[in-house]
């Protein structure tokens, strides 16, 4: 998958993570079966364009699928917004957690990431998920590490519902700097590493050591919450903007075609 509109630091930390995540689930996963026009749309006056790339896993692994895309909007102003995305879906066949990123640049100046492991159980509820996935994986180091950073701050969704399902140690922030070159540095710099680190965390511990069996109990309530979660993922990410930004008939196309995957079975 390619990343047109981004900065060369991160284009290629999206390319080299979809690459890493395709390689590291490849016999786990089916070749994509997008049509063309959901592939790739773009409005009718040509300022909003958009990618999707979707692969479904095989029946017999625990990858439900994994979701990658990009959407690039030019501003009034003369800027532009550019969102990049890379996300897998596990499915009722294991309990373990799910992959997340997104980075949303909407000037030079300023950047919101996204990068979290999110729990599909209750970490209050069972606090051995929360030892195994989030405490013995040492994932919070990573958020200190970036937060340390002068020009990264917390930031804070005004959905509140975005920030009940993240994980406790998700990197939820924002980067501004006056000089956007030193956004692009940030990327190259710490957050290429510290994605790449946390991907690298989520396939060792979710998919290579995931040998744990889920008996019918837990599995009817992971496809429950798994449903729930997934519902209104895709309510926040594309049912308000996707019409807005690329009018009706476009919206349906490619709501249709992606609710088939976002729905659990």
């Known amino acids: 998958m390619e990343f047109p509109y981004v900065s060369s630091p991160q284009k290629k930390l999206m390319v080299d993570l979809v690459s890493t995540v395709e390689n590291g689930l490849n ?33 017999s692994s625990h990858i439900d699928f994994i979701y990658g895309g990009w959407i690039h909007r030019e501003l009034p102003n003369g800027g532009a917004l550019n969102i990049t ?57 990573q958020r200190q590490i970036l937060e340390k950073i002068p020009e ?16 406790p140690t998700a990197i939820v922030v924002k980067i501004e700097s006056e000089a956007g070159e030193r956004i692009d540095e940030i990327i190259e710099e710490h957050v290429d590493l510290i994605a790449k680190r946390m991907l690298q ?11 744990e069996k889920v008996d019918e109990i837990e599995r009817m309530y992971l496809l429950k919450r ?24 476009i919206a349906n196309r490619v709501w249709g075609t992606v609710q088939k995957y976002f729905s659990t079975s």
């Not at 729990?119 to 013995?136: I, M, N, T």
Request: hydrophobic content about 35%; some cysteine.
């Open 27 to 59: 016999k786990k996963l089916l070749p994509s079966t997008l049509p063309p026009n959901v592939q790739y749309y773009q409005n009718q006056t040509n300022t909003t364009h958009a990618s999707l790339h979707i692969r479904s896993g095989k029946p």
């Open 152 to 167: 990264v701050k917390p930031y804070f969704s005004s959905s509140l519902y975005f920030r009940r399902i993240v994980s």
């Open 226 to 249: 798994d449903k729930m979660v997934r519902s209104k993922t895709i309510e926040i990410e594309f049912s308000s903007s996707l019409p807005y930004l690329f009018g009706p008939e």
């Open 85 to 141: 995305s890379l996300s897998a879906y596990l499915n009722a066949s294991t309990n373990s957690p799910n992959f997340l990123l997104e980075i949303i640049r909407s000037s030079p100046e300023t950047l919101v990431l996204i990068l979290d492991l999110p729990p599909r159980k209750d970490l209050a509820l069972y606090p051995d998920y929360l030892q195994k996935f989030y405490e013995d994986t040492e994932l919070d180091a």
């Open 201 to 211: 965390i989520w396939l060792e511990k979710c998919i290579v050591e995931n040998n």
